[in-house]
C-alpha cells in the first residue's frame, strides 16, 4: 500500500447527498478483476449517458477537473453496498482524497486499507470548499495527513480522521502484519474461548 | 460495582483479543461467510500463498450471480458461470463448506445462516457484504466488511474494529394490522436519515420489538446498514431459542441448555447507558413506501409526494429536486397514484417464508395487473412455499416463481428491471440503478407489494386485507 503524507491537486465537487457505493461503481462491474482496469468505469452511470455519451455537465467530465486527485463530497458519502471494488475504481482513476461531511462505515474502512484519505471536514467547511471550487476550478487545493489540514485558497480547515487510520496511511501499513505481531493472543484467546464458549463453534460441518 | 453494560457492550467484550492504545481492537470472529464476490480476497491470499486460518468457521454460499429464472444446472452466461465455478474453486482450495447450486441449503447467504442454524446468538459475524446486519436479529454482532478485510479473517479469523457508538431505538405499543417490520424499518429510517446511524451500533428494543417474529426481526436488522448503522441488533429471547432449536445445525441436549444459559444474559442491563436514544410510537406507523432514490425517502402510503420548494435547506432540496427527476416524479402526486410496470418479491430482506405467505395471503384469488417475479430467498423457502402452495398462488396471479438468489435485488444476474420502469419491490435498496441501470425502484413490505400488483399502482394494503374478512 502506498504511503499518503501531503497532496496538492486539481479537486472535483460532487455535491451529492448520501452518494452510494452502487454509484461509485454500477453493479455490473463487480466481477471484473482489478486489472481490467475499474478506474474507467468510475461513476459510469451519471458520467455517461443512456446512448454512451458523455454528460457535459458531469463535474468529473470538465476538463478542469478530469484529472483531479481529490473529490469533494456531501454528506453520508458512499453509503450502501460494501464493495471494495468502489475504492478501487477512485483510486485507479487517480483519486488518492475524499473530503466530505461524512462517509459510509464501510467504504471508510476499505478505503484506508488501500491507501486512500478520506477527510472528514464539517458541512459548513464542505460549502465553503465546493464554493471555492466552482469559483475558481482550476485552483489546486493541498491535504496535509500529518497536520491535518486541507488549504483551499487562502483558507485553512482542519479535518478529522481516526488516529489509528491515520498511522496506516502514513507508513502505509498491512494490517495483516500488524495482526501476526499478535499471534500468541490470537492462539491464547482461541484456547480460553473453546473452554467459555463452547456453543460457538458451529455444529454443521458436512 | 461492576459497570452496567449494554448488550453490544457485552458481545464487544466476549470477542476482544487485544486492545490497542489508540482504541482499535483486535477481535475473535466466531462465523465468515463469503460468497461469489469475495473472490478478490482470495486472489490476495493466492498472491500471499497464505491459507484460510479457520476453514470450519467459514461458510460459503453461490447467491450473488446464480441464475434465478434460467437453468441452474449448466449456467448459460458465461460470465455467470466463470463466477460460480470461480468460487467452488476457491472454497474447495481452501476446505471451506460450499453450499453451492446443487446443494438443497442453497440460498442467499443472510438468509441461509440463521435458517441452518450457523447463525446463532452471542457469536461475532462478519461477510464481505452490507447486509451482514440481519444476523443481529438473533443477539449477534454481524456487519459487513470489504475485501481487504476478508482477506484478514481469512488468513487470521480476527479483525481490527473501532467500537463504535451505541444506539438504542426503542419502538413500542401495538403494531396495527397490515403493518409489517418492513413499515417500521422504513418508519426508522425516514426518521434518523440514511446517514442517521453512522458510526453506531443499534440495538432495537421495545414491545413492539419484542412482539415481531424472528423472521420480522431480521428484516428490520438487514435493513439498519441502510440507517448507516454499523450494525443491528436485537437482544436474544425465548423467541429466538425456540428458533434456533428448531435450525438444522442446532446444538443438542445438556449442550444446548449451556447456550441457553449463556444467551440469557445478553440483554442490556437496566440503567446501562446508550450514546444515543431514539424512540417511536408502533401506534402511529403505517404502511410505508419509498418515492425516492434513498431509503431515507419513505412516507407513509397515504402521504403525497414531496415538494423541494417547500424545504429549507438548499442542499437537501436540491437533493429531493434531482431524485424526483430520476424518479419521473412530480410533487403533490398521491403516492397511491403511481403506476408500476413490474413487481419484484425476493432478497434477503423479504423472502423468507413469513414474507411470501403475507404476499400471498393478498394475492390468493386476485391477479396482477402487472408482471412480477417471486424469488424464494433459499432453496428451503421455495420447497415450503411449495408445500403450502404458495407458489400456485402466485401463478394463479400471473407472477413468475422464481428460483433462489439475490435476483433482481442487484440485478447483478441478469435479471433486471428495464430503464424508465417503476418497480415495487421488497428489496432494501432504491438506489439509482440498482435493479438495473435507469431502473426505478419503490421499496414496501411483501404485502404491500402484493398490494400494489392486484392494482397497478402503489396502493394501501390494509382495504385489501379488511375486505378478506368475512
Ligand atoms: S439479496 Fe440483495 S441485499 Fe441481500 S445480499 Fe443479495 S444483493 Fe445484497
Redo the contacts between chains.
Sequence with gaps: MEKFTRLTAAACPL????L?T??LL???Y??W??SAGLGKVLLQ?LRID?EGRERPDFPLNRPVWRGAKIIVG???FA???????A?YALYDYGIRCVIAP??????F??AV??GLLTAVVDDAAV?EIIATLNGTPDMPITVDLEQQTVLCGNRSYRFAI???CR?RLLNGWD??A???S?RD??VA??KE?AGR?????????? | MTQKQTLFDKLWAAHEVVRREDGEALLWVDRHYVHEGSFHAFSRLAERGAAVAEPDLTFAVADHYVPTRAPRKNIANPELARMVRQLEDNTATHRIKLFGLDDPRQGIVHVVGPEQGLTLPGLLIVCGDSHTSTHGALGAYAFGIGASEVAHVLMTQTIWQRKPKRMRISIDGQIAPGVAAKDIILAVIAKIGAGGATSHAIEFAGSAIRALSIEGRLTLCNMSIEAGARCGMIAPDAKTFDYVKERPAALKGPAFEQAVDAWSKLTSDEGADFDREVALDARHIVPHVTWGTSPEHALPVVATVPDPMKEPDPARANDLRDALGYMGLHAGTKLTDIAIDRVFIGSCTNARIEDLRAAAAVLAGRVSKVPGLVSPGSSAVKRQAEQEGLDRIFRDAGLEWGESGCSMCVGINGDIVAPGERCASTTNRNFRGRQGPGARTHLMSPAMVAAAAVTGHLADVRPLLASRKP
Design positions: 455535491d451529492v447527498a448520501n452510494n452502487d454509484q454500477p453493479a455490473r463487480l466481477k478483476p482489478r452511470d443512456s456531501g454528506r453520508n453509503c450502501g453496498s460494501s464493495r471494495e471494488a475504492v461524512s462517509f459510509g462505515d464501510i467504504f474502512g476499505n486499507q488501500n460549502a481516526d488516529p489509528a498511522l494490517d495483516i500488524l495482526t501476526e499478535f493472543k490470537v484467546f482461541k474461548d464458549r463452547a456453543w460457538a463453534r458451529p455444529v454443521l460441518t458436512k
